[in-house]
């Protein structure tokens, strides 16, 4: 009797194992920039890029295999309670040496008492590649900050880079197209926006669904990243 493997199958373990080989090569490279750090080795900075697009390609991997566990309809979500200033200043200590290595500043802005009920590992994927995508447009802040606005929870990402492109800019009322052509000049694939808009809209309370807001700040014009939780 003959028995075929599903080739998304075979993909997906084959992004799982190669996902777990990226994070023993991020580990180690974490490793050699601490001691090339306190050798006061000068190329440690290049090191900071490597580890940079290492992340870059690592979560994109792990957007991959949550779209392919959606699909299969194996993606689970778990709900518990959180404090936010900790997981923001968590969300700095992966970071802020990288954002430092380029002359950015990672700031947190946060009530203390400020708690949410969501997916942590979900919202910490989301969080982590909008701030891992600041290292290449910032110029010199990026702030995360959250708070209570109409019912929901707010995390926001907020830098002073050049901002959005206007067909990336959307809100709650804005239904996004995540079936345009991939940009091969700019390597943006949409993959990171869908898998936001996802992780949010997987987030409910009674009648209310999470949702993103892309926009760019009036004044400085830098990019402005919101995830509402409700």
Do not use: W
């Amino acid at each position: 009797m003959e028995s075929k493997m599903n080739f998304s199958d075979i993909l997906a373990s084959t992004l799982h194992d190669t996902k777990n080989s990226l994070g023993v090569l991020f580990n180690n490279l974490e490793d050699i920039i601490a001691r090339c750090h306190d050798k006061n080795c000068a190329e440690h900075v290049e090191f900071y890029h490597l580890q940079y697009e290492i992340k870059r390609l690592n979560h994109s991997l792990i957007r991959l295999l949550s779209l392919y566990k959606a699909e299969k309809s194996q993606l689970t979500i778990n709900i518990d309670y959180h404090s936010i200033r900790d997981v923001l200043e968590e969300a700095v200590v992966q970071h802020d040496m990288l954002l430092k290595s380029r002359g950015i500043k990672l700031t947190t802005r946060c009530d203390p008492e400020l708690f949410g009920v969501f997916d942590l590992n979900l919202i910490m994927g989301v969080l982590d590649n909008i701030i891992n995508n600041s290292f290449r447009y910032a110029k010199e802040n990026v702030e995360i900050s959250a708070f209570k606005e109409n019912g929901y929870l707010v995390m926001r990402v907020e830098d002073d880079g050049t901002g959005y492109p206007a067909a990336m800019l959307f809100n709650k009322d804005t239904i996004p197209e995540f079936n345009r052509e991939i940009d091969f000049e700019t390597g943006n694939t949409g993959l990171g926006l869908y898998f936001s808009f996802m992780v949010a809209a997987m987030h409910k309370n009674k009648e209310k669904s999470g949702f993103i807001s892309i926009t760019n700040d009036e004044k400085s014009g830098g990019g402005v990243f919101s995830i509402y939780l409700p």
